[in-house]
């Protein structure tokens, strides 16, 4: 039986929980942390340690995927069990 590789990406509707634990460096710097998540390229600063910036810093065990309502985004490399690329699409 022949096997292919598929490689893709998943988008997965995720949660988290914050803490202020700077109310003054949260206010001094709400505005960029909104536009911070409103920004697909710069939003990965919600689960990075950046975020301690802007006076935040996340809950312990609050990270939820909910994986039921996941979703393939794109598929961007198919190859076959030799190696050989069938389809190569440029990642993002």
């Known amino acids: 039986m022949a096997k292919l590789k598929v490689k893709f990406n ?12 700077d109310e003054k460096e949260f206010n001094a710097n709400k505005e ?3 536009q ?13 340690d950046y975020i301690e910036e802007y006076g935040i ?3 312990s065990d609050t990270f939820y ?4 309502n ?4 794109n598929v961007y490399k198919v190859t076959d069990e030799k190696g ?3 389809f190569e699409q440029d990642q993002k």
């Open 84 to 86: 050989n690329v069938l």
């Open 70 to 73: 996941r979703e393939v985004e």
């Open 36 to 48: 911070a998540c409103q920004d697909n390229d710069t939003a990965q600063v919600i689960v990075s």
């Open 32 to 34: 960029s942390f909104i």
């Open 57 to 59: 810093e996340s809950v």
């Open 10 to 21: 998943m988008r997965v509707p995720c949660e988290i929980e914050l803490n202020v634990v």
């Open 65 to 68: 995927k909910d994986d039921l």
